[in-house]
């Protein structure tokens, strides 16, 4: 049975992956009005990180083929 | 625990980009394919009802805590550091992490090893019938009422924050959940309520982390919060000495008797929508492991919930007010918080996983009610009061159907909340009737090998019935508060400690009396299921540092060093 990590994993990376590629793309075209407070620090882009690595942490440690 | 409902709609506070729906949807694309791969799994009533006991701790932990921590709790306790400051962690700490600890050294070995399905199973096994009967008729019903109450406010919360029709939110959730469940049992539940744990900590972590930036540090946060509140918003105990010192207006009695000795122990030792997670544990040493690591856990959720409303009370720019006030004037409202701090720091990306972690915390706890509905009701009311005779595979069957059957009522309840509002205090009140009655049964039941069937079975309605009583009086009168809470100063938060205290009080008095004037149960029909009967079984011949007793040291020593540093 595919591991209940491994699904975690799944969920972190994609959500990572989405929210750093929006932060990035806030990066290169910054907006006229972010809209949000600590803009500067560009939050998106680290926590996206973050999540991508643990993401793909978890899904190669608990990825159905080493598991079996 | 904190109603949140609020009768105006004001403007949206949040807009969501193309990359937050996204992250939306994949979040419920996730969640039904974990529910379709494990339909394969869900074929027998230990698989489809206990998950097949197989769960290891750390996965029965997670989930034991996230069937908790739903979004109207994360959203209420936020709003309520807003108006009370600190003592708000008292909900999190004093009020789950003793309860947890006794759950996981004195409590779980005898449901464990009793082998029951559900915690009214247990009072048919020490009380008999009348007792679970009792218990599981009131559970069930009260259940499937708070699911349908919460869905409503939740699709209310969801409408105020990003704008969507009431409808859409009530259907798409819940329709969401039936699946999933309905699919894999509890073994579905469990697999999406831990990683809606791990979704809630990503979708909430970074606005204290980023709020605490913008304040300046803890020590700036306090002086910031003195200036614009009080200085008693960030001590959790240093006002307790009376009821007129805090803003709570409650003393420390009420929250270490009534709060942490009997409401807490009653929720998180018999409720059985957060105990059925820990009797799907693989064996003795996970089963008493999972409550203390749910514990460690709850211990940090003060940092994602009670820091973002000390926060909002020190960085908004504009005072948030009473939900009352807030339909009147349009404003916000303290349960507006935890929303108003997601949109001030989290752009594109960082929105959509906010609003993932409230949705996945509604899904979590509703997930958590139904599948306990389920089991609740096809093993303790339909096998022994209805049909005796049916196979396995028909009990499965009758518990794919109750989830659905669950869900719709939930759905009835909740559109029943929108045409008569008031409805939903009375079924939240409803619901607090049961607890600490059930925990005095439950907790003589194991200690005391004299309590005997009638003594369990009257202390528990006597008990039921004060609480009721003494709400109702209330009710009538709202100035009796001061008899039942013992002070002239007392607020309604106070009632709720003591009506709790004064039952469980009353439900032990009845059950000794009642138990002394009837005939002993015979010790050998008690082997398995009493302290002083029972031999305890062994977590095994391993480390030091894989044994309950020595985590649960470690978390108690933890407890009372942050108590100590924010007292």
Redesign the interface.
Known sequence: ??S?WF??G???A??GA??????V??LLYPPAN??????N?H??VW??AV?LVFGLIYCFKFAPRRQS | MTPLLASAVPPRLVHLSPVDVVIVVFYFALVLSIGWYLKGRANTGEDFFMAGREMTAWVAGLSFLSANLGALELMGWAGSAYQYGILATHWYWIGAIPAMLFLALVMMPFYYISKTHSVPGYLKLRFGEPSRALSAVSFAFMTVLMSGVNMFAMAKVMQIVLGWDINFSIWVSSLTVAIYVTLGGLRSAIFNEVLQFFLIWAGALLIPILGLYEAGGWTNLKLQIAHRASEQYVHLWAGLGSFSNNPMGINWVGIVFGLGAVISTGYWTTDFLVVQRLLAAKDIRSAEMAPIIGAGFKMMVPFIVILPGLLGLAVLPEKLVPESVAAVTGGHSYNDVLPLMLARYCGPGLLGLGVTALIAGFMSGMAGNVSAFTTVWTYDIYRPLINRKGSDHHYVNMGRWTTIIGVLISVGTAYLVMQFASIMDYVQALFSFFIAPLFGTVVLGMLWKRATSAGGFWGLLCGTLSSVGMWAWVKVDPSALRYVALSPHAKALAQDMYQALWAFVVCVTVTVIVSLATNPIPDGELTGLVYGLTEVPSVGDVPLYQRPLFWAAVVTVIFFVLNIMFW
Request: hydrophobic share 65%; net charge neutral; no cysteine.
């Open positions: 049975m595919v209940i699904f975690i799944v969920s972190l994609v959500n989405l929210t750093l590629a929006a932060g793309y806030q972010p809209g949000v407070v600590l803009f620090l939050a998106n926590w996206g999540l």
